[in-house]
């Protein structure tokens, strides 16, 4: 399984960006998919992830303000991010989970400052 992670940029406080995360590859064996984010200086977070059948789950800290989903007919999934807060700010990745394993895709790096 590969993943192509990519979206992100620098965004005003309050703005959107919307994330996306291509697979390639094994994509029937991804069970979950989820977006995780590292800031400078902290541990790495799981913000929202997706499962196979469609259930979801958020961070408490962006719940209401996240939405992850997914294209079935792209290998895609999707963390669109609204009212954006500068703690928001960090590296993005995702990560898929199969049965033997998971695998990450590479960073993408979000902004939030005036």
């Known amino acids: 399984v590969q993943l192509q992670a990519s979206g992100g940029g620098l965004v005003q406080p309050g703005g959107s960006l919307r994330l996306s995360c291509a697979a390639s590859?094994?994509?029937?064996?991804?069970?979950?998919i989820g977006w995780y984010r590292q800031a400078p200086g902290k541990q790495r977070e799981l913000v929202a992830a997706?499962?196979?059948?469609?259930?979801?789950n958020y961070a408490d800290s962006v719940k209401g303000r996240f939405t992850i989903s997914r294209d079935n007919t792209k290998n895609t999934v999707y963390l669109q991010m609204n009212s954006l807060k500068p703690e928001d700010t960090a590296v993005y990745h995702c990560?898929?989970?199969?049965?033997?394993?998971?695998?990450w895709g590479q960073g993408t790096l979000v902004t939030v400052s005036s």
């Open positions: 990560k898929a989970e199969v049965i033997m394993g998971q695998y």
């Open positions: 590859g094994n994509i029937f064996s991804i069970n979950r």
């Open positions: 997706i499962t196979s059948g469609g259930s979801t």
